[in-house]
């Protein structure tokens, strides 16, 4: 009996080293890497045959069971993952547990328009495009907003995504982060702006962004086009006017583009125009609702990414002659 259970001993210690031998040990792969996608739901027995369909050479039943012995097959979460050469059935596990996904990143640029948002979308790696095909009015109804311009309705920043990802989703992701933004922008409006609505302000602050990259003017123009609207002086901001030519505008804005109306032409209309004009950041957003305070009506760049700002049209003249015009 006593030797019956020294040999039962050496079995267990043996097959326990061969168990903690396999556990670390490195899986072969029939690739650098491989996907594995596991969807809500999916059983443990499921996931270890959807890791070895997808490329590792692993005995799903001896990966099940790993999964079972543990005591953590029930934490496996659903998602996107990557294996990687070296990876073995421990750390497959500990991937699956802490929900270590694949991620990707693509960034969406302060002042870009939302057609070069979709353009970035579409080059985005691994991101799944479902937009593709699908005109713009589409899409805002398939986001939840029938009918409404898309212009301006998303916020830019940079987003991660699992690999396989929507990229309607993470369009979905950046309205509602534009909408957080420009309400949080608007509670902080100042009392005595002229605008009526948050809709005016993304507007504005749309306008502020493409008129300059440089923080520190943000508030100087939006406080320019502010002193326009109040006393009803047309805002002839020149980025309208290209916006409104769309895919006419051949580089070179011409005399005769600003005399072109179209609703975006604010040089022919008063006001703001119909829509937003691109994709305002949070700082152009602010500015647009807390502008600097002053009396000036003009600016003109000084061509070193900074402005000069003028209260009258001689000292603007004067700006434009010395800066612009090289006299």
């Known amino acids: ?36 996608s596991i969807e809500p739901g999916t059983s443990a027995y499921a996931v270890a045959q959807l890791v070895s369909d997808a490329g590792v050479d692993v005995n799903p039943t001896l990966l099940y069971w790993w999964f079972r012995l543990s005591g953590q097959a029930r934490l496996i979460k659903a998602g ?9 059935p421990r750390s497959v596990l500990q991937k699956l547990v802490r929900g270590e996904e694949a991620l990707r990143a693509v960034t969406l640029v302060e002042g870009w328009t939302f057609s070069q948002f979709r353009t970035a979308l579409s080059k985005a790696e691994q991101l799944k495009p479902e937009s593709r095909g699908l ?12 009918g409404l311009h898309p212009e301006g309705r998303f916020f830019p920043d940079t987003y991660t995504y699992a690999k396989g990802s929507s990229d309607l989703a993470l369009l ?30 993304l507007i504005l602050a749309s306008i502020v962004e493409k008129e300059t990259g ?100 001689e000292e603007h003249n004067r700006a434009v002659n010395k800066y612009q015009r090289s006299r």
Do not use: C
Request: no cysteine; aromatic share 8%.
């Open 1 to 36: 009996m006593r030797r019956f259970i020294k040999l039962l001993l050496v079995v267990v210690i043996a097959l326990g080293s061969s168990v903690a031998w396999w556990l670390n040990q490195s899986l072969s792969l029939r690739a650098a890497s491989v996907d594995v």
């Open 80 to 88: 996107s993952y990557e294996i990687e050469a070296g990876a073995s």
């Open 135 to 146: 005109p713009d009015y589409m899409i805002m109804k398939v986001l939840g907003r029938p």
């Open 214 to 313: 440089r923080g520190a003017d943000r508030p100087m123009i939006a406080g320019v086009f502010t002193n326009r609207l109040r006393i009803g002086m047309l805002l002839q901001t020149d980025p309208t006017v290209i916006y409104g030519l769309g895919a006419g505008f051949d580089g070179n804005l011409r005399k005769r583009d600003l005399q072109t109306d179209t609703p975006w032409n604010t040089y022919t209309r008063a006001g703001l125009p119909p829509t937003p004009i691109a994709m305002p950041g949070k700082s152009a957003l602010l500015a647009a609702v807390r502008p600097a305070t002053g009396k000036a009506l003009y600016f003109v760049a000084r061509g070193d990414g900074s402005s000069e700002f003028s209260a009258s049209l």
């Open 172 to 201: 979905r992701r950046a309205m509602r982060a534009m909408d957080r933004h420009l309400e949080t922008a608007w509670q902080q409006r100042s009392a005595d702006t002229p605008l009526k609505t948050a809709e005016q302000a």
